[in-house]
């Protein structure tokens, strides 16, 4: 079973500081790794995509992966109220092009 | 139109009903797929289509009928549902690569409540 697994949180930090999610998965021939954000009411939109062990940055965004570990994480910098949101992870098989999501993370950053 | 247009937005329908959800993306994406969205849930998978064929049945009840005519254009049939169906359905697309390192980019989705 290919499931994927999420802190649903609320996670909450002040403006200005760290905010690290952080997203396990089951199956080891996972081959991509999505970050999602969505908004209450809204639609999930991509913020970070990652294939390679290790870090990538993108902006106050970086993703780590740890294919080792089955371990991917989300660190968001100098968090600011908007990215107030539901965090989803995502991960995606190569044979079907099949890709499932967490729960998600729902993050409050407080002015 | 760009991206991914879900329709309609909205729907209201009552357990004997018959309904369609349509899809459409304009991005040249060649898979595409059905979430299904409930409060409090992680979304899940219904069905995946990679060049117009079923590729995925999340074990989804037959009431839930999906239709791909072709690469561009989704459909989810839907007849005697459950007020526990509803939820938000959304549409993604992607581009079938080699690698499965292609994002899915969603729609607005359709808000299904069944009475």
């Known amino acids: 079973q290919k499931e994927v697994e999420q802190n649903s949180g609320p996670l909450s930090v002040p403006e200005g500081a760290i905010a690290s999610l952080n997203c396990t998965y089951s199956?080891?021939?996972?081959?991509?790794f999505f970050w999602y954000r969505q908004y209450s009411g809204k639609s999930p939109e991509l913020i970070m995509s990652?294939?390679?062990?290790g870090d990538k940055e993108d902006g106050r965004f970086t993703a780590q992966l740890n294919k080792a570990s089955q371990y991917v994480s989300l660190l968001i910098r100098d968090s600011q109220p908007s990215d107030s949101a539901t965090y989803l992870c995502?991960?995606?098989?190569?044979?079907?092009?099949?890709?499932?999501f967490g729960a998600g993370t729902r993050l409050t950053v407080k002015p | 139109e760009t991206g991914v247009t879900q329709t309609p937005r909205h729907l209201v329908m009552g357990m004997t009903n018959k309904k369609s959800l349509k899809c459409e993306q304009h991005?040249?994406?060649?898979?595409m797929y059905w979430y299904k969205q409930s409060a409090k849930k992680p979304l899940e998978l219904m069905f995946v289509?990679?060049?117009?064929?079923?590729?995925e049945n999340n074990s989804v009840p037959s009431r839930f009928s999906p239709e791909c005519p072709n690469s561009s254009h989704l459909f989810l049939h839907l007849h005697t549902l459950q007020p526990e169906d509803s939820a938000l359905y959304l549409c993604?697309?992607?581009?079938?690569?080699?690698?499965?390192?292609?994002?899915?980019?969603f729609g607005q989705g359709t808000r299904l409540t069944v009475v």
């Open positions: 991005l040249g994406h060649n898979a």
């Open positions: 995502a991960v995606k098989w190569g044979g079907n092009n099949d890709m499932r």
């Open positions: 990652i294939y390679s062990n």
């Open positions: 993604a697309s992607s581009q079938i690569a080699a690698r499965a390192d292609t994002e899915a980019f």
């Open positions: 289509y990679n060049f117009k064929e079923q590729t």
């Open positions: 199956d080891r021939g996972s081959q991509s």
